[in-house]
């Protein structure tokens, strides 16, 4: 592999969007010719999208590496190209590039183990595709708790799935919340990191955590306080990107680039790093 | 060992430029840097550090990567060709040619990057030894022999003749082409020209800075230093100190709307400057004096600590004459290295 | 040079001392005698400060900076530089009443490059005898004209007037500094053809790193966010895409600057590629002065910008026509 097939993108199609939240959309991307995946993944890495003239970034991979017809990503709409992408329509090419950084490690100290997923927001994207491969591959794992958290209920991601798969599946638990009452919701409200300490989970599993930075800080400390150690905490980080192959040093913190040595890292090791995340 | 007079190196250049391109220091407009020669080109033969380094050879500031052509929800993608010109780079100092070890490190890493690679393959470095050191050169305390750099070629330049010693097969392969040029040439006028100016090296004000203190496992230490803030406090967030050094890689990659397509283009970048990690909801340095602290934490720390203790600083002098407000590695050095306690 | 820095430290322990200021902005002592930098002083660092023949540095932009600090900072300006900080009052950019301005003497400020560009190499210091400067080096004694090492700005200096400040520091001896005619090689790119001048420029212009230097370093360049910079504007970059870039970087911050430019200097003493990038903004300042009397940016607080009032004296649009000729 080189740089010319690393940094020089190839096309895609867009062939589905939906629209999960008011600032959320999830859009569909295939080879140039309607069909199958432009790269194969693993769950939690990333990819450069682009419409050239407009702007790249770089955006995590929402749908598992077990789905075989298609690639997803839940992008919110927050900038130049991401507004673009918002009022973009079916059919329209994009180029891509990837997959880029480590992912999850799904098939090594994760596996055979319970999980607990925390998810704030559009943080549940990149869990999104954790959560699909291990439900595809349910016998290599134990129980698996989900915590997600949203701003209201229209903020919630993904809704329509979590509904009729995940809270069907066995052993799998699913803590749905929102941050301010609203009317039509009977679940619960609080903030997740409250809600994660409410629900008092035994320190017997690996957690996953993605969010806004400050969910994330505070999920921390409630884990903390459950008695889980930081050895057993991975997140996924979202800096500045350009290359995606740790070279244009846009992406460095401390002796790592999270385009390469992340994005996916473990919390003791994230620690180790100088604080300027 | 081969010489040549002084007087003659126009024929050499000229000999060398009949088969492939040569880029050598050349004055421009006052200033003198690399550039093509041509028969009536300004060589300087004694300047010892062009004002931008010899990276621009094989990184240049700006590198078209690829075209792009938008029509409807079409896009066309057209890679642009990779650099297939084969040229010498001629007068190359030691610390420049430390840098392009520190470059490699970097872009030759996997996975490669093939337009780095493309110009570092086609291109003959011929270096030439300093002999007359500035009161800003410090690579000695990187390792760097001035008097002895590496490259595919050593040149030497004693008493009006020009010594000439290949070390690498691409440096045998040039050699042939100029031999005819060249006479024999005596090794020990060079040893003596070598010893002056290792002389003169070691007893350079900055000769003796202390790398001790830069290790890893220092890391949070220096990166939490209260010193940062004083340090970069006059910083005017400029890109000098990172356009002319010759280690500073960072790209920036952007898209040009020529009106007919888009040119999508790499082009150097400084972490000095505050988009350099702006997101669409934010920046991880705000200030200045995170900025400054990332570039030296980078080549003193970071650089080092994934290289085997590489430094990503050669010691060429290039901040420390440029920077508008000489504030420069030197100075970092020397204040992070004192005792805390001072 | 060396009385008047003497006065100044103790003015600035004396005013730190009676609450005056909390702070001094000045010059701090480098790693060797010509490498000073702007620095923030308070008691106990004044062992670094230093005023000396490279303090050529004109601190008034930092001000911007220091006025959003709490308490009131005492600043050294030299004659031109108080220009600059009158020009920043007019802007709105400083707030007057947070700085102590002291002016300080000042005898025309050393460019170490020009000292390089003789081929004098490994400087290690410099006395100043007379009007002559000896140079001590690794490779033995050297020696030029003062006249010969001053920068540029110094050449054409605009006289010992302060047009601002608390306090003056001066040693009351006569002397003169620079004297040359600021617009002379301006009239001598005037009068070349277009042709030559646009060869001129093209052989300064495309050595441009487009570091920012200049417009970091510029008094009058003080906006939060410069166009070049916002990724929003269509125009931002980095680096200069082709020629056209290269030209137009220079040549819209001339005009962006016309006719607030105070002709510091400070961009061309900080280009790191040696362009005149000061006849750009002489141009500019030749033009206002014929087009609509003489006008010294930063003077006072009070003439009306000839470019932002309008008076029926003003020159015809019809000039641009009639000064473009035939090309």
Redesign the interface.
Known sequence: MNNIEMQIPMLGVVTDIRRDTPDIKTFRVNTITGEGKCFEHKPGQCAMLSIPGVGEAMFSITSSPTETRFQEFSIKKCGCLTDWLHQMEVGQQVTIRGPYGNGFPVDTVLKGENLLFIAGGVGLAPLHSVINYVLDNRADYGRVDIVYGARSADDLLDLKEIQERWMHEENVNVHLTIDRPQEGWDGKVAFVPAFVEELGFDPDCKVLVCGPPIMIKFVLQSLTKLGFEKTQIFTTMELRMKCGIGKCGRCNIGDKYVCKDGPVFRFDKLNELPNEY | MLKLSLNRVGDLFAKIAEAQALYLPVE????V?YDKWTADAKVSM?H?NT??SAKDLFFP??ER??D?K?EG???E?K?HA?SDEKFVLFGVRACDMKSMEVLDK??L?????????ARRMNGTVVTMACS?????CFCNVFGVDAAEPAGDVVTWKVDGELYWKALTEKGEALTEQIKALMEDGDEAKVEESKAAVRE?MG????ANLNLAPFQ?EK??EM??SPKWA?LS??C?????C???CPTC?????????TGHG??????????M?????????G???PDQM?RFR?RF??KL???P??NDGMYSCVGCGRC???C?????I??VI?ALGEDKDE | MQRVAEMMLERAKALLADGTVNRVVGWEMGEFFYDLTPAVFTADGLDKFVYNGFSGANLSKYMIKECAKDGKALVFLKPCDTYSFNQLINEHRVDREKVYIIGVECRGMIDIRKIRDMGIKGVTAIREEGEELIIDTIYGEKKCARKDALLEKCLCCKGQEFVVYDELLTTGEAFTVGGNNRFAKVAELEAMTPGERFAFWRNELSKCIRCNACRNVCPACSCLQCVFDNPKSGIASKANADDFEENMFHIIRAFHVAGRCTDCGECSRVCPQGIPLHLLNRKFIKDVNEFYGEFQAGADNTTKYPLTNFTKEDVEPSIVTNRGGEN
């Open positions: 421009k407009a006052g200033q840097d004694d010892l004002a931008k500031q700006v990567m690829v792009f938008m929800k079409n896009i993608i890679p990779l970097v872009f890493a996997e996975p490669v990057d093939s337009f780095y690679a007359e050191p500035e009161e800003s003169i007893k350079l004000p900055l890893p890391l949070n990166f939490n004083k406090e006059a005017l967030g400029c890109g000098t990172t356009f002319v890689q960072c790209y920036d990659i952007r898209d040009y709307d888009i040119q999508r283009f790499r082009c150097w970048d400084s972490c400057y505050s988009d350099f990690t702006m997101m669409a909801h920046t991880n340095r995170q990332q934490m980078h720390i970071y650089f600590s994934n420390v004459s440029k508008p407000i000489s504030m420069n030197a100075k020397k």
